[in-house]
């Protein structure tokens, strides 16, 4: 069966840390994934997208790696603040409809 | 520029009882999602459109479940003989079109309480 997995459990991490965010999938072949941030009571907002023939994608502090192979995406923030503090939802394609199959989400916080 | 809105943001209804959910896109997107998002969970995907066309209505969870769109922008999405099991939180989103590549922008969501 199709499936899209994140860890369920919260990662908490020491503000400046690094901090990563694992996304697998199976029994899907996207060709691009996209990561969203979701805060409290909140809509999701638009983070990155990585295509299936990027490796790595960065933006600003924010780092995505896309493994085709393993089936699998990475998620880092790097020099993590407090405000960082949210839920990350990764996203995938099933098709070609721009329709989009998203994983539970982790959450993640960062302690000062 | 204004953002996509949803109404109402709150909305608490008896068993049985029929609701719509309103939600206006991003002026100029030509598509539009509609999500589910239960109580620690991650979205759900209900329907989307492209202008005035569904053309995937597979999340729909039953058939007491509806959505449309009128003049390529603002969407209902109507639920009949509500349920409990029908609390969460509906989301509604926008993209540029249904190409890929395409990010989507959500509004801030209807919670629906079934009692």
């Known amino acids: 069966s199709q499936k899209i997995e994140q860890n369920s459990e919260a990662l908490n991490i020491q503000e400046g840390k690094t901090a990563t965010l694992t996304c697998n999938y199976t029994?899907?072949?996207?060709?691009?994934l996209q990561w969203y941030r979701q805060d409290p009571g909140r809509g999701p907002v638009f983070l990155l997208l990585i295509r299936e023939n990027e490796k790595e994608k960065r933006k600003e502090r924010l780092k995505v790696t896309f493994d085709t192979t393993l089936k699998q995406s990475l998620f880092h923030i790097t020099a993590s603040q407090p405000a960082d503090s949210a839920t990350y939802l990764c996203a995938l394609p099933p098709g070609n409809t721009g329709k989009l199959i998203f994983g539970q989400g982790t959450t993640l916080q960062v302690k000062p | 520029g204004a953002g996509v809105s949803q109404s109402p943001s709150n909305k608490v209804t008896e068993k049985g009882k029929d609701v719509e959910l309103r939600c206006d896109p991003i002026?100029?997107?030509?598509?539009l999602y509609w999500y589910r998002q239960s109580l620690g969970q991650g979205l759900e995907f209900l329907i989307y459109?492209?202008?005035?066309?569904?053309?995937?209505k597979s999340g729909l969870p039953s058939d007491r479940f509806s959505a449309e769109r009128t003049g390529g922008s603002v969407s209902t999405l109507t639920i009949q003989r509500t349920q409990q099991e029908d609390s969460a939180v509906y989301l509604c989103a926008s993209s540029l079109g249904t190409g890929t590549y395409n990010e989507q922008f959500f509004g801030p969501g209807t919670r629906l309480t079934v009692l």
């Open positions: 002026s100029g997107h030509t598509a």
């Open positions: 029994n899907y072949s996207p060709a691009y």
């Open positions: 459109f492209q202008g005035n066309s569904a053309p995937d």
